[in-house]
Nanobody
Framework: QVQLLESGGGLVQDGGSLRLSCAAS????????MGWFRQAPGKEREFVAA????????YYADSVKGRFTISRDNSKNTVHLQMNTVKPEDTAVYYC?????????????????WGQGTQVTVSS
């Protein structure tokens, strides 16, 4: 079993920055895609960003493109989400996910492992 643990969430002001991290541990598996999703109260869990094993390919939701950056360090089994110019609508619980994506990087159903989530609150 793979465990994912997110950190770095918190309260940030509108226009500020925050960096989320996700550490993977447990059963070793190779070449997973890593992703970030988020879920606001009363809404469906939605895709934020994903990165392939090599790190060469990244994918972003239109709502965060140009503001968020996903990166990974395979030597440390970690993935990060740098969030810049945050907005109140970015407020949500952010989840780290891992899996072997076959069809769509944007679909939560492609990811097999999930963290517990970390709360991000953007104040206006």
């Amino acid at each position: 079993q793979v465990q994912l643990l997110e950190s770095g969430g918190g309260l940030v002001q509108d226009g500020g920055s925050l960096r989320l991290s996700c550490a993977a541990s447990g059963r070793t598996f190779s070449s997973p895609t890593m992703g970030w999703f988020r879920q606001a109260p009363g809404k469906e869990r939605e895709f934020v960003a994903a990165i392939t094993w090599s790190g060469y390919n990244t994918y972003y939701a239109d709502s965060v493109k140009g503001r968020f950056t996903i990166s990974r360090d395979n030597s440390k089994n970690t993935v990060h989400l740098q969030m810049n110019t945050v907005k109140p609508e970015d407020t949500a619980v952010y989840y780290c996910a891992a899996g072997y994506v076959a069809t769509s990087y944007y679909s939560r159903y492609e990811y097999n492992y999930w963290g517990q989530g970390t709360q991000v609150t953007v104040s206006s």
